[in-house]
């Protein structure tokens, strides 16, 4: 390893297990880098198996106690921890820009956000109900009760760290169970030292929550195949994630799972193209397209096509490129030069099959200038595939019905969008959308904290927030009461 006087974060060199601060055991280390300038922000040494296994039985053994614990004490830690947080806004802000590339902007949606889901915890905990029901059976009396799954395991990504672990974590917790959270080895200052650090600060009990950093070269599916863990959280790629299932069904645990998306911007021909354009630019551009539920295809009118063309160019060219630290930037640098090659191969091999290249942007070190390209086709590996980059993919149609089926000829469906003027209609093409989450006259980009979150198709399983967040980290356990001696019908 590195001296710690070239390391920015030099404080940031262990990991959080079974309430401890401690060096992971593993030969391998993590550098973790500014991606704009490629600072080194942190370097320490790696989970092993062991430290997992480790983590998974401290869990086990602090989730019971915290299950039984009242429903006001567990309340009363995600209150205080969403406290903190508002309090630690700007330091967490600061992280979020250093580590992951993320603007002034989109840094303060994902704190903002995560505030607001530990808020709504809070409430979880006074909603681990009992419901009394009736039954045939003269004399017995019929209980069905609400109760934590035990032990969750999660693995959460680099491009939104803190809020999607957060997502994780805070329902988890408030439920009664324990989490073991694996952070992205990109992020793991954001994605989980902060979080460990927050509910450490807010008086969590040690035990109830690991975070582990690791290379999945060493520690392969040991995260997912432990035996503690009854729920395994994952947010991340669809190809990732159909793993992930793959191997958690043979122990036939539950997953929770939000995937890829390939989201549609679509925009009819009675749409307002001046509100539509300012609405595509914010859910591409945001956090440079880096995000599951981005605009990936923007599918316009002919009537308004060319209109609409011009007009997100123009916008386009006002978009800020540059430092995360400037507060007027708005695309900053990509994560890794593994996905700028990936995104320069999709626009290379679309130019190649006839789409048209509206504005040419440029490729400097991590940092990529937007690219619009128009008549783009369903074909297109830059409309097939999420792009996860400030690249423009607009397609043009001819109706409202050839809309919803370009729309839903993707194997993705997590986010949309519609664009009209007469809001009923708007409504009746987001019910003919395959897709989890859609948004009459706005943007792809919408999180909060009590609705429900997640894809169909490839896009995932389940939900996460909201009321139906509580389905993914609890069980029902029927118990009858024969409160009278019963009469069977032979002895």
């Known amino acids: 390893m590195s001296s710690t006087t070239s390391v920015k974060y030099a404080q940031w060199n262990k990991l959080y297990l079974g309430g401890e601060w401690r060096s992971g055991t593993s030969s391998r280390t993590v550098t973790v880098r500014n991606p704009y300038n490629q600072e080194v922000l942190a370097e320490f040494p790696l989970a092993s198996v062991e430290d997992i296994d480790q983590a998974?039985?401290?869990?086990?053994?602090?989730?019971?106690?915290?299950?039984?614990?009242?429903?006001?004490?567990?309340?009363?830690?995600m209150e205080r921890a969403a406290s903190i947080l508002a309090q630690r806004k700007d330091e967490i802000v600061r992280y979020l820009v250093e580590e992951t590339g993320s603007s002034q902007l989109k840094a303060s949606i994902e704190v903002d956000a995560s505030i607001g889901d530990i808020k709504l915890a809070a409430e979880y905990a006074h909603k681990m109900t009992a419901v009394i029901l009736p039954s045939a059976i003269p004399g017995k009396e019929n209980r069905v009760?609400?109760?934590?799954?035990?032990?969750?395991?999660?693995?959460?990504?680099?491009?939104?760290?803190?809020?999607?672990?957060?997502?994780?974590?805070?329902?988890?917790?408030?439920?009664?169970?324990?989490?073991?959270?694996?952070?992205d080895s990109q992020t793991p200052i954001t994605g989980g030292l902060l979080v460990a650090d927050l509910f450490e600060q807010a008086g969590l009990p040690p035990g109830l929550l690991s975070v582990v950093v690791a290379d999945l070269d060493e520690i392969g599916d040991a995260m997912v195949e432990h035996p503690v863990p009854r729920v395994i959280s994952?947010?991340?790629?669809?190809?990732?994630?159909?793993?992930?299932?793959?191997?958690?069904?043979?122990?036939l645990r539950k997953v929770a799972l939000e995937l890829g998306g390939n989201n549609v911007f679509i925009v009819l021909d009675d749409a307002d193209v001046d509100q539509a354009v300012a609405a595509a630019a914010f859910g591409k551009y945001l956090h440079q397209g880096q995000i599951c539920i981005a605009t990936n295809r923007m599918i316009v009118h002919r009537k308004v096509y060319d209109e609409f063309v011009e007009k997100f160019m123009a916008a386009t060219e006002k978009v800020k490129v540059g430092d995360p630290a400037d507060p007027e930037t708005v695309i900053c640098p990509l994560i890794n030069e593994r996905q700028a090659k990936r995104i320069m191969g999709l626009i290379d091999e679309s130019l190649k099959m006839g789409a048209r290249l509206v504005l040419e942007g440029k490729l400097e070190g991590l940092l990529m200038y937007p690219y619009i390209l128009a008549d783009v086709t369903n074909d297109m590996p830059i409309a097939k595939n999420e792009i996860f980059g400030p690249v423009a993919a607009i397609l043009p149609v001819d109706s409202e019905e050839e809309a919803v089926n370009i729309a839903n000829e993707s194997d993705y469906g997590l986010s949309g969008a519609v664009f009209t003027g007469d809001l009923e209609r708007g409504i009746r093409v987001a019910q003919r959308i395959v897709t989890g989450m859609i948004?009459?006259?706005?943007?792809?980009?919408?999180?909060?904290?009590?609705?429900?979150?997640?894809?169909?198709?490839?896009?995932?399983?389940?939900?996460?927030?909201?009321?139906?967040?509580?389905?993914?980290?609890?069980?029902?356990?029927?118990?009858?009461?024969?409160?009278?001696?019963?009469?069977?019908?032979?002895?």
């Open 56 to 77: 998974y039985r401290k869990a086990q053994a602090a989730q019971q106690g915290w299950a039984e614990e009242s429903a006001f004490t567990r309340a009363e830690v």
């Open 145 to 183: 009760y609400r109760t934590p799954v035990g032990v969750v395991g999660a693995i959460t990504p680099w491009n939104w760290p803190f809020y999607l672990s957060i997502r994780v974590v805070a329902p988890a917790l408030a439920t009664g169970n324990a989490i073991v959270l694996k952070a």
């Open 234 to 251: 994952f947010t991340g790629s669809t190809a990732a994630g159909r793993h992930i299932a793959e191997v958690a069904a043979r122990s």
């Open 439 to 491: 948004h009459v006259n706005d943007q792809t980009v919408n999180v909060e904290s009590n609705v429900p979150f997640g894809g169909e198709k490839a896009s995932g399983i389940g939900r996460y927030c909201g009321e139906w967040g509580i389905e993914e980290f609890t069980t029902l356990k029927w118990i009858s009461v024969q409160k009278e001696p019963r009469v069977y019908p032979f002895s």
